[in-house]
């Protein structure tokens, strides 16, 4: 269903009753559902990634894996504390009425839009730090940087390949969430004013 559609529907609903629109509510809960989902995500993400990488550098015994190990560490202790942070207050709504699951609709779309910025400078915090490290200890003979940037492997193939296509979701997921919240807007407007009229 299209937004505009979604938004016809919603409003006949909220204007032939006062219950929370079915269409809306159904929304909220799968969306509370993806944010548990993408929870359980995180844990085992913190897991694989973390608990990999201490492995790999215990097992090892090299020193020159302790920074990846402690950067891991680091990117994800601050993935948590962003997400905890923008999560909070946004698993249900306040009360079980239109007002409260637009309202919590409204917010979530504001962290998701603010998560991306940060979702992208992590990203790029992570890829920076990667090249940099594979350049230090894994190109031997090392090679001229640039020359080992543009396409001097697979893997280096590989991590572009997946920045672009990162890149081009995270333009992707910003104009629906966009789009997502000045629906939510007109909508919590259109309410407020049946609200106050008394309707």
Request: with cysteine; net charge positive; aromatic share 14%.
């Amino acid at each position: 269903m299209n937004g505009d559609a979604e938004l016809a529907e919603w409003r006949e609903q909220w204007q032939a009753e006062t219950s929370i629109p079915a269409d809306l509510k159904r929304k909220v809960e799968r969306h509370s559902l993806l944010m548990k989902v993408g929870l359980a995500g995180d844990v085992l993400v913190t897991l694989v990634i973390g608990g990999g990488t201490s492995v790999w550098a215990w097992r090892d015994h090299d020193a020159n894996l302790v920074p990846v190990a402690i950067a891991a560490w680091v990117f994800l202790v601050l993935a948590w504390v962003f997400v905890l942070l923008a999560n909070r207050g946004l698993w249900s709504p306040s009360a079980t009425d239109a007002v409260s699951f637009v309202d919590l609709s409204i917010r979530r779309c504001r962290s998701a839009l603010a998560t991306i910025w940060f979702a992208a400078a992590l990203f790029l915090a992570e890829i920076v730090f990667g090249l940099t490290w594979s350049y230090l200890h894994l190109a031997q003979p090392r090679a001229e940087l640039v020359a080992w940037l543009l396409f001097s492997s697979y893997r280096i193939d590989i991590v572009w390949g997946i920045t672009v296509a990162f890149f081009i979701g995270v333009v992707w997921y910003r104009r629906k969430k966009s789009a997502e919240l000045v629906r939510l807007l007109a909508f919590a407007n259109e309410i407020g004013r049946f609200v106050k009229n008394g309707q």
